[in-house]
Nanobody, 126 residues
Framework: QVQLVESGGGLVQIGGSLRLSCAAS????????MGWFRQAPGKERSFVAS????????SYADSVKGRFTISRDNAKNTVYLQMNTLKPEDTAVYYC???????????????????WGQGTQVTVSS
């Protein structure tokens, strides 16, 4: 099992930027695809972005494509989500997740991920 701890959330103005971080521990981070999901109040958790185990593949939700960038630093056991040009509809709790199986490409389904962080709140306001 892997433990995931997100950080970097907060309150930001429309058009601003934030970088979320997710630190992993407990298993070989570099072997697992990672993902970010979010859940807004009253809505189901939805896919945001993911990155394959070797950074060879990435995938983004249409709503964030061109604004968000996912990356990973295997030396630091950390995955990042750079969020630019933030909009009010980006307001949500953001969760980091680790794929259930090693050596997988970027995935989009929540059922592909077996470990989750506790979440970090992102609020975009005018």
């Amino acid at each position: 099992q892997v433990q995931l701890v997100e950080s970097g959330g907060g309150l930001v103005q429309i058009g601003g930027s934030l970088r979320l971080s997710c630190a992993a521990s407990g298993r070989t981070f570099s072997q697992y695809a990672m993902g970010w999901f979010r859940q807004a109040p009253g809505k189901e958790r939805s896919f945001v972005a993911s990155i394959g185990w070797n950074s060879g593949t990435t995938s983004y939700a249409d709503s964030v494509k061109g604004r968000f960038t996912i990356s990973r630093d295997n030396a630091k056991n950390t995955v990042y989500l750079q969020m630019n040009t933030l909009k009010p509809e980006d307001t949500a709790v953001y969760y980091c997740a680790a794929h259930k199986l090693p050596f997988r490409a970027a995935a989009r389904g929540a059922s592909d991920f077996g470990s989750w962080g506790q979440g970090t709140q992102v609020t975009v306001s005018s």
